[in-house]
């Protein structure tokens, strides 16, 4: 099964092949990443498509689904790289998974039981994802925390983040914090495997950004008199 993996919630964004095994949800062969440099996505995402597939001697339609983190990031990057898919989802009638950065960082932990994922939004605030590990991934919640509310919603938890600032942080707190790398794009293909073959996909009408927070643009609209 050829699947398509993109990612530009960060940034830098990236675009990748995978390979899944349709009988085994954790087997994924990452064929080939292209990374994007920020602030272009949208001149570089669908050139980039292209060219990958075109190496590899492979055309749109060998791509049986879309893998596509849609949260939590940029405003910018996340409305670029989601419009490609639906627009791709809508032309070749292939499904389309949706995973949350947040909770492919709490499954690349490896951890079991209640884990805590977390990942720095800027202006002091975290993006937190609370998960629950077992045999199944069950998400527990998923939103914009200040530093405070991050305090008293971890506590008792381990800690994944990918940010070394927020994990001293939380070291600082007495927590329990593990730093690990960004979500790859072998994590992202591998959760949105499960979910595809859980039957957990969307519409391209139906694909959603998960921003967390309001634009700068709602915020000013929302305070104006």
């Known amino acids: 099964m050829l699947l398509l993996v993109t990612d530009t919630s960060g ?3 990236s675009v990748a092949l995978a390979r899944g095994d349709e009988r085994n949800r954790n ?12 602030g272009m996505f949208s001149a ?20 049986d689904a879309f893998i596509v983190v849609s949260g939590p990031g940029s405003f910018t990057g996340l409305r670029v790289g989601l419009a ?3 627009a791709l989802g809508e032309i070749l009638k292939k499904p389309i998974v949706a995973v949350s950065l947040l ?10 039981g209640k884990v805590v ?4 939004a800027g202006r002091g605030d975290a993006y937190f994802g609370a998960y629950e590990i077992g045999a199944s991934v069950r998400v527990l919640q998923e939103r914009l925390l200040s530093k405070d509310e991050f305090f008293s919603a971890a506590s008792g938890s ?17 927590l329990s914090a593990i730093h690990v790398d960004r979500a790859s794009a072998e994590g992202i293909a591998r959760l949105g495997l499960r ?3 859980a039957g957990e996909t969307v519409s391209p009408e139906g694909l959603e950004a998960n921003y967390m927070r309001r634009s700068d643009a709602e915020m000013f609209v929302k305070t104006s008199p």
């Open 11 to 13: 940034k830098q964004g």
């Open 27 to 38: 087997e994924v062969e990452v064929i080939e990443v292209a990374f994007l440099a920020g």
């Open 44 to 63: 570089q995402l669908v050139p980039q498509i292209a060219a990958l597939l075109d190496k590899h001697d492979l055309g749109k339609a060998d791509i």
């Open 84 to 86: 490609a898919i639906k």
């Open 103 to 112: 909770e492919v960082l709490a499954i690349q932990s490896r951890l079991q």
């Open 117 to 120: 994922a977390l990942l720095d």
């Open 158 to 174: 381990t800690v994944i983040t990918a940010d070394p600032a927020w994990a001293a942080v939380a070291r600082e707190d007495g």
């Open 195 to 197: 979910k595809l073959q």
